[in-house]
């Protein structure tokens, strides 16, 4: 973006402040989203803050609270203020009472309790207000939030670990380790960055995996606060197959499994599995079926319900095909190792056959770098598969 005037070049350079700002808060506002602000002063910064957890002070407050000296002052806020009460009084009058005569923000709020009212209500009040300011910045700091707002479900973000062939693990499932070390961490602090981690129950039990954050993998300074609090872990697990014994269990923090409900598969008795899972410490919750296995509309429905924003899909090629048939992937994280695992092994993605080179499915790669000796790939979809 090109600013070609100095009032526009001043605002560009404060808003670049607060976003850097809001990017502190990555892992601990959740369900909120994250969100810096600059006040800003006969052209020199005052204050500044982030909104730093739920509940807590937003960021507009907590920049307000660091100075006494705003009457007059302009505050520059990535996302529009607040106009109502949640967990916290609306920023919106609280930068009205400080005094503030000028506010300009990154992008409107998408959430209907707000969606433009906390900006008529600064300029009710005589404020000058100027929005859209390194607006793609400032949405970029908060896709599943907006996500949700707009779409009612999270932001899908699916994490896939393959070799330079596009294999994912050998013929048995076996997939540890394709990667090394640094990558991990990678998927450490995606994994944090998570409201929920879904994966599928074939995953889950041939990895016997424990989907948690684990400080020392971050390798960052806030490493044992960041890890304090666990993404939900959710299992898409039809039939209730989950081990009483498995990994996942003996976690900290919440493991949800999505079944289907037992009028689908009278069969089974589910009612005395979904017992047994519940007392070893998950929480089974039925799902409508389709095509036989977990609906994964539901699922978007359950995730929107539990207020998740961004969501890390960790799975195998069938369930991960399945997300992106349905499309709902919206990001492709990819860490390619520098092996080859042969014509034997799994494949990346479980998706319909595609016979001509003209229905190939074409992905826009938005990042690409290097993380130790593997190949970290960020991509998406372009169009409908």
């Known amino acids: ?32 989203p994250r969100v810096g602000c600059v006040l800003v002063k006969e052209g020199k910064i ?4 982030w909104h730093q957890k739920a509940g807590e002070g937003h960021a507009e407050v907590n920049a307000l609270a660091q100075t006494d000296d705003t009457n007059g002052a302009t505050a520059y806020v990535t996302l529009e203020p607040c106009s109502h009460t949640g967990r916290t009084p609306p ?9 503030i ?27 000058e207000v100027c929005s859209g300011i390194c607006e793609t910045d400032a949405r970029a700091l908060n896709p599943g939030f907006i996500h949700r707002m707009t779409l009612q479900r999270p932001f899908i973000r699916a994490k896939l670990a393959c070799s330079i062939d596009g294999r994912t693990a050998m013929a048995s499932g076996e997939s540890q380790w394709i990667t090394g070390p640094a990558a991990r961490t990678q998927v450490q602090r995606l994994r944090a960055g998570s409201s929920a981690i879904i994966s599928g129950i074939d995953s889950v039990i041939c990895d016997d995996s424990a989907l948690t954050v684990r400080a020392e993998q971050l390798k960052l300074e806030n490493g044992d606060q960041i890890a304090q609090r666990q993404p939900l872990r959710v299992i898409l697990d039809t039939h209730l197959r ?20 037992e009028k689908e598969q009278k069969q089974l008795d589910i009612e005395e599995k979904r017992q047994a899972l519940e007392k070893a410490g998950a929480q089974c919750v039925a799902m409508p079926v389709d095509k036989g296995h977990v609906s994964l509309a539901a699922v978007m429905a359950y995730l929107h319900g539990r207020e998740c924003n961004e969501v890390l899909l960790e799975t195998g090629a069938t369930l991960a095909g399945a997300f992106a048939v349905e499309g709902l992937i919206d990001e492709l994280v990819i860490f390619m190792a520098p092996t080859l695992l042969g014509n034997g092994a799994r494949g990346l993605l479980n998706l319909p056959e595609i016979t001509q080179m003209a229905d190939q499915q074409r992905l826009e790669i938005t990042d690409c770098r290097m993380v130790g000796s593997d190949m970290m790939i960020t991509a998406r979809f372009i169009g409908k598969l």
């Open 1 to 32: 973006m090109k600013y070609t005037d100095a009032s526009s070049q001043t605002d560009a350079y404060f808003m670049a402040r607060a976003i850097r700002l809001a990017r502190l808060g990555h892992y601990t506002t959740f369900p909120n």
């Open 101 to 127: 005569v000028r506010v300009v923000i990154g992008m409107n709020d998408p959430n209907p309790l707000v969606a433009g009212n906390g900006i008529r209500k600064l300029k009710a009040a005589g404020i």
């Open 242 to 261: 989950l081990p009483i014994n498995a990994k996942i269990l003996k976690q900290s923090g919440e493991t949800v499994i999505l079944y289907v409900d």
């Open 91 to 99: 920023c919106s009058d609280a930068l009205i009472k400080a005094g």
């Open 46 to 49: 005052i204050a500044e803050g």
